[in-house]
Structure formats: structure tokens, C-alpha cells
């Protein structure tokens, strides 16, 4: 069955870690890849997205993503996490030639910033 | 650029009212809007693609009596719950695409909806 996954429901980080929030997907071709925040309460901002090309993508706020087509993999980083972190993260992908072109959303990440 | 707004951010009600949340690009047209839910702790789940001048296009197990959802120009689109009840509370979502990117949505800020 065609998805996205994210393994990580929730990950405690301290200030000035590292970050690495892991997604996978299961479709027959690459999809389009995302990765969006959510802040308590508040919509989706979209921090990176991949569509072809360069496979380390760069987005806002100091993340990046890369994308690994041989493990269905399209990992979110950042090198040192600030307190402002601390959201919900989630990979999205439009899969190609998908009708309407909808979305679909993995379960989300929790960040959790330690001081 | 890019900016969708959603209106109300937050409405409570009683049971057996209807609530109608609405969803506006602000500084671009979109042919298509779509309507998400979201439950505590839990992703987005599509309800419902909103095309303008025609008839949203509903999720499987989404009641499209129950979710009107009337998409009358090209930058405003509502979403009514009708005769709501306390399992509707939830965080309704909005998205809207503009012309010619096709795989890209913006999202507005979400309305909290709670039913008494």
C-alpha cells in the first residue's frame, strides 16, 4: 500500500543538537517530497520540498533534507536546534500522476527542545 | 506572498448548530482549495478538494451532508458543519493552490472547533 511514514512519534533534542527526523515512503515512483512545521495550535508552514535534482535540499530556518531513492528516504536535518524548534513536523508527499494532486501526510514527528 | 487566512480561528457551539468556517487566499487566485481535519496529537487527514465554480470532491468516509463546502470565487472558499455534535471538535485546516503550481499547497492558520 502506497504511504509515508514517519518512525519517530516523538524525539527529545537539547539545545544546540543536532536534529535528524527520519521519513520514508512507499510508492511505485518518486513522489514529490515535503516537509512542513506546525507550531501548537497554528497551521502548516512549509520548510523544504523536493521535486527532482540536487538531492540535499535546503529550506527555511536552517534545515535541509536529503533524498535517498535506493532506501525511499527523504530525511529532515538541522545541525543545532534552537528552542524555537519545538513543533510538529511532517512529511508529505504528492505522489505522481496523483489525481488532484493531494496530499498525503505522514503521522508527524514531535520535537521536544531540552534547554 | 502566498497568505491564507481562515475565519474564525477558534468557535465554540452547541450541539445541533451549524458553523461555518471560511477559508481566503489573500494575495493570489486558487482554483483549488482543500479542507483538512485534525484530531489531538494526530496528522492531517483530507476531507475534501474545493474547486471553484463546481462541486468539492469529497474523501471516502467524509459525509458531504454533514461538510458543505461551497467554493464561490477564486479566493474564498467555506466549509459549513452542519448540525454539529461533540465528535466534530476538532482543528479544521485549509490549503489553497495557486495556478500553475500543482504540487504545492498553502496553508491557512486553522479554526478550533468545539462542540458542547
Known amino acids: 500500500a502506497q504511504s509515508v511514514t514517519q518512525p519517530d512519534i516523538h524525539i527529545t533534542v537539547s539545545e544546540g543538537a543536532s536534529l535528524e527526523l527520519r521519513c520514508n515512503y512507499s510508492y511505485g515512483a518518486t513522489p514529490y517530497l515535503f516537509w512542513y512545521v506546525q507550531s501548537p495550535g497554528q497551521g502548516l508552514q512549509l520548510l523544504l520540498k523536493?521535486?527532482?535534482?540536487?538531492?540535499l535540499v535546503q529550506g527555511i530556518k536552517g534545515f535541509e533534507a536529503e533524498f535517498k531513492r535506493s532506501q525511499s528516504s527523504f530525511n529532515l536535518r538541522k545541525p543545532s536546534v534552537h528552542w524555537s524548534d519545538a513543533a510538529e513536523y511532517f512529511c508529505?508527499?504528492?505522489?505522481?500522476?496523483?489525481?488532484?494532486?493531494?496530499?498525503?501526510f505522514g503521522g508527524g514527528t514531535r520535537v521536544l527542545v531540552k534547554p | 506572498g502566498a497568505v491564507v487566512s481562515q475565519h474564525p480561528s477558534w468557535v465554540i457551539c452547541k450541539s445541533g448548530t451549524s458553523v461555518k468556517i471560511e477559508c481566503r487566499s489573500l494575495?493570489?487566485?486558487?482554483?483549488?482549495m482543500f479542507w483538512y481535519r485534525q484530531f489531538p496529537k494526530q496528522s492531517l487527514m483530507l476531507m475534501a478538494t474545493s474547486n471553484e465554480g463546481s462541486k468539492a470532491t469529497y474523501e471516502q468516509g467524509v459525509e458531504k451532508d454533514k461538510f458543505l463546502i461551497n467554493h464561490a470565487s477564486l479566493t474564498l472558499s467555506t466549509l459549513t458543519v452542519t448540525s454539529a455534535h461533540p465528535e466534530d471538535s476538532s482543528f479544521y485546516i485549509c490549503?489553497?493552490?495557486?495556478?500553475?503550481?500543482?504540487?504545492?499547497?498553502?496553508f491557512g492558520p486553522g479554526t478550533r472547533l468545539t462542540v458542547l
Open positions: 508529505a508527499v504528492v505522489p505522481l500522476k496523483a489525481a488532484g494532486n493531494k496530499l498525503t
Open positions: 490549503s489553497a493552490r495557486p495556478p500553475g503550481l500543482h504540487n504545492e499547497q498553502f
Open positions: 494575495d493570489f487566485q486558487a482554483t483549488t
Open positions: 523536493y521535486f527532482s535534482g540536487d538531492t
